[in-house]
Structures are given as structure tokens and as C-alpha cells.
């Protein structure tokens, strides 16, 4: 699997066979659940204390072009209120805040993370456990 693959399926950036979430987007009750580790290759998602913290500047600026990509959609649909731009903005962002979250995290991982990619990847016996 290439590095765009294993980014949209949500694989681990060392061995791109593992899962990064432990449930589907699509489990509002537990969407954000990461597992701690790799289940094939063992790497730990969170790279140091706080690590994720820097997804949020991705999430940011996915949620800057989802609202300028609404504002657009919607002044070429009309001349509607303030108020209509700012509820559909906040309802699209709700709509798609487990895939703002999961895609973020992932993203910053693969991107910031400091792993390359090992094909064939196994744990090592320290690892295990």
C-alpha cells in the first residue's frame, strides 16, 4: 500500500498494515479511540507526551475550508442571512467532525510523525507486550 493509501484507510506510517482507530468514523460513541500501539509492527502512535496537540492546526485548517467552501456554495445559491451561513456552516462542520479528528491525527502522524515506512516490519521481542 502507498503512503496516499495507507493515509486514507487510516494505517499505521511504519508498516501501512496496522489500524490507527480501533473503531470505524462511523461510531459516533467512539470515534476518537486510537489504539495506544501498532498491532503489527508495534510503534506507538503517540510519538511523545502532548504529540497530538499539533493536529489541531490541522483540524483548523480543515474546518477554514469547509467554511469557505460553504460561504461560496452558498452565495452562489442565494442571498440568504447571516444567520443560514453561520447554522449551515456549523451543521457541515458537525457532519464531519469524527472525519476532522480522525483525518487530522492521522495526517499529522504520518506527515510529522518521524517514521519511515519499513515494509515488512516486525515487532521486535522488547517490543511485545
Do not use: W
Not at 26 to 36: E, I, T, V
Not at 40 to 67: D, K, N, Q, W
Amino acid at each position: 500500500m502507498n503512503k496516499a493509501g495507507a493515509i486514507i484507510n487510516g494505517k499505521c506510517p511504519r508498516c501501512r498494515q496496522g489500524d490507527i482507530f480501533k473503531t470505524s468514523a462511523f461510531n459516533l460513541l467512539a470515534f476518537y479511540k486510537m489504539h495506544s500501539q501498532c498491532d503489527v509492527c508495534g510503534l506507538h502512535y503517540e510519538r511523545e507526551p502532548g504529540f497530538f496537540f499539533g493536529a489541531m492546526y490541522i483540524s483548523y485548517a480543515f474546518s477554514v475550508a469547509i467554511f469557505v467552501a460553504v460561504g461560496v456554495a452558498l452565495s452562489f445559491l442565494g442571498d440568504f442571512s447571516l444567520e443560514v451561513y453561520l447554522l449551515t456552516i456549523i451543521g457541515v462542520i458537525a457532519l464531519f467532525l469524527p472525519f476532522l479528528f480522525r483525518y487530522s491525527r492521522i495526517l499529522f502522524l504520518h506527515i510529522f510523525g518521524g517514521v519511515d515506512y519499513e515494509p515488512g516490519y516486525k515487532k521486535k521481542v522488547s517490543e511485545v507486550g
